[in-house]
Structure formats: structure tokens, C-alpha cells
T-cell receptor
């Protein structure tokens, strides 16, 4: 099965600082999804990456998928308290990423942003 | 609100009781997924439907668990003879059949189950 490892497990930063969260797979990633979750709530979709070298941005959050499609990173620029939460990467296990079936998730990264 | 909705949001039950959760997906989405999440972990896949057909079930879905989506719209997840190990957040998600968002799963707020 596809294993996803996220690092760090938790992160505490001062408001205004930049940060990066990594997601590493033991197998090639055919569809990589980033979600944000506030404690006790559902997941909010952030971005989806499919192609090697792909990079997407939304507001101050940038996600990248490496050329080998085994590692993704999520970068937040000038962090704000509103960025606090749990960040999860999830992967479509199917080759070609077209089955639109189950996602396998990493264990999550807990982000705390101090004002 | 046109997002995925789940009911109830919280459920406390005694061991051995049956519980049923409901999920209403985004209206034009034909795929519906159930996941379970325990504290400190990412969601784990349970099962998913395409329209009314249940296409895949995880080994996590024991005989005590059953999911239905009778008319291809809302879905129910029932747990019979609950055990303390069933305590978790149960998440539902749906995804669209076509267009730029195809394959992207949109999640509901979850149902938090506590089995005493």
C-alpha cells in the first residue's frame, strides 16, 4: 500500500515567518492532494498536483510536486494565525491517477502560529 | 450551504448499541466516500460509492459496518454492536463526475462518535 510520511509532525512559528511541510511517498504519486483541517472539523481542500515539477499557489500557500513524483512540499509565506491547523497530504493510489477512488493520507502536520 | 453535510455532528453511545450516520453529498457529485479518523492520524478509507453502487470496501469495514446509498444521493453508515474501538471521527466526502475538479474529494464536517 502507499505510505505517506509527513514532516515535521508539528511546527510552531512566529507570525510572519515562512515555513515548509513535506510529504514523502514510498511509491510514485499520481495525484497528490493537500488539505487543511481545524481540530474537530472536516478537511478543506487546498490544492491538487499531478505532474512532475508541477507547482500551484493560492494566496500565500504554494505546493510543489518533485520531478520524480515522490515528494511534495507545502510552503506558507508570511504565516498568519489563520494558517494554524493540521495540514494533510493525501494520494490517489492508482497508476495514472484516474481511478478517483480512495485516498491514502499522511499522519498530518500540526501548525501553530503565534501572533 | 451547498457543501457536504453530515448528521449528527456528535454521537455518544453505549457499547453494544447500534448507530447510524447520514451524509448528504454536493448535489451534482456522483462519488461518495467514507473515512474514519482517529486522534493524531490522517483519515483512513472505509468505502466508496459511484452513484448507488458500492465499488470498494476497506478491510477496516468489518461485518458490523454497513454503508448504503440507495438512490445515489445521500448515504448512511451503520455500525452495529458498537465497541469502544469504534470511537473516532467519521468523515464523508464527495467528488464530481467531470470538469476541472474531477477526482477532488470535498469533505463534510464529520461525525464524532464516542462509545462508552
Amino acid at each position: 500500500s502507499q505510505e505517506l510520511e509527513q514532516s515535521p509532525q508539528s511546527l510552531i512559528v512566529q507570525e510572519g515567518k515562512n515555513l515548509t511541510i513535506n510529504c514523502t511517498s514510498s511509491k510514485t504519486l499520481y495525484g497528490l492532494y493537500w488539505y487543511k483541517q481545524k481540530y474537530g472539523e472536516g478537511l478543506i481542500f487546498l490544492m491538487m498536483l499531478q505532474k512532475g515539477g508541477e507547482e500551484k499557489s493560492h494566496e500565500k500557500i504554494t505546493a510543489k510536486l518533485d520531478e520524480k513524483k515522490q515528494q511534495s512540499s507545502l510552503h506558507i509565506t508570511a504565516s498568519q494565525p489563520s494558517h494554524a491547523g493540521i495540514y494533510l497530504c493525501g494520494a490517489d493510489k492508482s497508476a495514472g491517477g484516474t481511478s478517483y477512488g480512495k485516498l491514502t493520507f499522511g499522519q498530518g502536520t500540526i501548525l501553530t502560529v503565534h501572533p | 450551504d451547498t457543501g457536504v453535510s453530515q448528521d449528527p455532528r456528535h454521537k455518544i453511545t453505549k457499547r453494544g448499541q447500534n448507530v447510524t450516520f447520514r451524509c448528504d453529498p454536493i448535489s451534482e457529485h456522483n462519488r461518495l466516500y467514507w473515512y474514519r479518523q482517529t486522534l493524531g492520524q490522517g483519515p483512513e478509507f472505509l468505502t466508496y460509492f459511484q452513484n448507488e453502487a458500492q465499488l470498494e470496501k476497506s478491510r477496516l469495514l468489518s461485518d458490523r459496518f454497513s454503508a448504503e446509498r440507495p438512490k445515489g444521493s445521500f448515504s448512511t453508515l451503520e455500525i452495529q454492536r458498537t465497541e469502544q474501538g469504534d470511537s473516532a471521527m467519521y468523515l464523508c466526502a464527495s467528488s464530481p463526475p467531470e470538469g476541472p475538479g474531477i477526482g477532488t474529494q470535498y469533505f463534510g464536517p464529520g461525525t464524532r462518535l464516542l462509545v462508552l
